[in-house]
């Protein structure tokens, strides 16, 4: 085993990821809570870090909603075109096709992702045989990027997150762009309403559990939405009308822009922001959700790799740069699942991911410490997450509140639930219980919920 000093190094290296201590993470929800009102606040929205729109949704569903909606699922991995039917005594049936998105059209012309969005609608609908002569099929579009919403089927574009570039549509009406190239094709199809995936999560947990006012995704990006009193959103424009609330998109993944979290951010978390598509830009996000842990991980054994305390003879010769390791993006976050699944000695799983990026015979030291580095960046991001949703749930303080959650992160990460548990604990206040919910189809059923709600209202 390895001698006592290098594993002082090891720990000296990674001290400043550690997060451990309570105290820091009420300094953090404190000026989580601070930028939420800034974002609030009609004279300081447009500087805010944390952007908090209004998305128009006033109300949760509340099982009663019948009707065949369609969706449009943009904003992650995959694109998803569905039908959802919406069937007495709150019963679903869903009917799904997912599409590529080609990296061409992601960093392309923003009319040229719209078109592919309404080609693929298309097919789907032939493929249903959507086609009744005279119907009007309403859709739900998911899209979950930081929009300013305008209306529920109106909303502008701030910026493109999660690696989309298109030219063209920050600032545009993304629902009208849409509702064009539909169309152009002469699908009978009206955009009704645009859903933020965490709003669709929120809706589609609230169908099976009343009390759930919060949705979360933890997937490749971050963010969260909740219930919130219309008289704390200065920034509303609508009517004051019973219920006097509406959910507030949060846009949390850009907490820190303004330098807030600068305090516990590390090297790593810099070289991740710095070689992104957008820097400067989502900092919360970068250190939380999927499509920056892996690479962070990555970082810090490159590091230590450099400090010889990790791989030692095993990656010197110039092929080896050519490796997953060595290349950036080269490991992914759910191999940092992967890793954190193994107990024991044994390493099996480590010992596979390892040989996947090019390290072949790693010693016994070299799999606890690649775990324990997946461990530190994982439980860090699960306990950021944990005190952004604390701060949600002692401001709704209710009795019971249920956050709905979805995405692969928290889905698949084996202790990433457990973590943001145990520090919500000590963080939320005494007299509230809260429940994690695993949210199932927000972006299907969840848009089609809030498509049902606009079409009962109008
Ligand atoms: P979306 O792109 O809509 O957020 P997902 O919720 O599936 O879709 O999130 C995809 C992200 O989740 C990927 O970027 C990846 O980083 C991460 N991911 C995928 N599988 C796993 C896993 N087994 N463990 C942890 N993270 C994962």
């Not at 690696?163 to 009406?173: I, Q």
């Not at 400090?307 to 992914?332: A, H, M, V, W």
């Amino acid at each position: 085993h390895r001698h006592p000093e290098s594993n002082e190094q090891i720990e000296k290296v990674l001290e400043a990821l550690r997060l451990d201590d309570d105290d820091k993470l009420r300094v953090i929800m404190q000026s989580l809570e601070r930028e939420m009102e800034l974002g609030l606040s009609p004279a300081t929205h447009p500087t805010a870090d944390v952007k908090m729109f209004a998305t128009y949704v006033r109300s949760t569903a509340d099982g009663s909603e019948t009707g065949q909606v369609l969706a449009l699922d943009l904003g992650g991995t995959n694109f998803r075109v569905l039908l959802v039917d919406l069937l007495p005594q709150s019963k679903v049936e869903l009917t799904s096709k997912i599409f590529v998105i080609p990296q061409s059209i992601m960093l392309g012309e923003g009319s040229y992702l719209f078109r592919h969005l309404a080609d693929c609608l298309m097919e789907f609908m032939n493929k249903e045989n959507l086609n009744k002569p005279g119907v009007r099929y309403p859709l739900g579009f998911t899209f979950s990027f930081p929009c300013k919403q305008e209306g529920l089927a109106s909303a502008r574009l701030s910026t493109w997150t999660k690696g989309f570039t298109c030219s063209g549509v920050v600032n545009e009406d993304v629902v009208k762009m849409l509702q064009v190239a539909i169309d152009e094709k002469n699908i009978n199809v009206q955009c009704v309403a645009l859903v933020n995936d965490t709003v669709g999560t929120l809706m589609a947990c609230a169908y099976k559990d009343p009390n759930t006012e919060i949705g979360l995704i933890l997937g490749t990006g971050t963010n969260a939405c909740y219930m919130e009193k219309l008289d704390r959103v200065g920034t509303w424009d609508g009517d004051y009308n019973d219920p006097k609330q509406v959910i507030i998109n949060m846009e949390w993944g850009a907490f820190g822009n303004n330098h807030r979290l600068n305090h516990i951010r590390t090297k790593y978390d810099e070289e991740v922001d710095l070689s992104s598509v957008n820097p400067g830009k989502q900092i919360f996000e970068k250190m939380i959700s999927g499509m920056y842990m892996g690479e962070i991980v990555r970082l810090i054994m490159l590091d230590l790799i450099h400090q010889n305390l990790l791989f030692i003879g095993k990656c010197n010769g110039s092929e080896d740069f050519k490796t997953p390791l060595f290349t950036r993006g080269g490991f992914y976050t759910k191999y940092v699942s992967s890793v954190e699944m193994d107990e024991g000695i044994g390493f099996s799983n480590t010992r596979r991911v390892l040989e996947d990026i090019g390290i072949r015979n790693p010693s016994y030291d070299d799999c606890a410490i690649v775990q324990h580095i997946c461990k530190i960046v994982s439980k860090r991001a699960a306990r950021l997450a944990g005190a952004g949703l604390a701060v949600l749930i002692n401001r709704i303080n209710k009795p019971n509140v249920t956050v709905g959650v979805d995405g692969s992160l928290y889905r698949y990460h084996p202790r990433f639930k457990r973590n943001m548990e145990k520090c919500m604990q000590n963080l939320v206040s005494k007299n509230i219980k809260f429940l994690l919910q695993l949210s199932n189809d927000g972006s299907g059923i969840g848009a089609a919920l809030t498509v049902a709600a606009a079409e009962a209202l109008s």
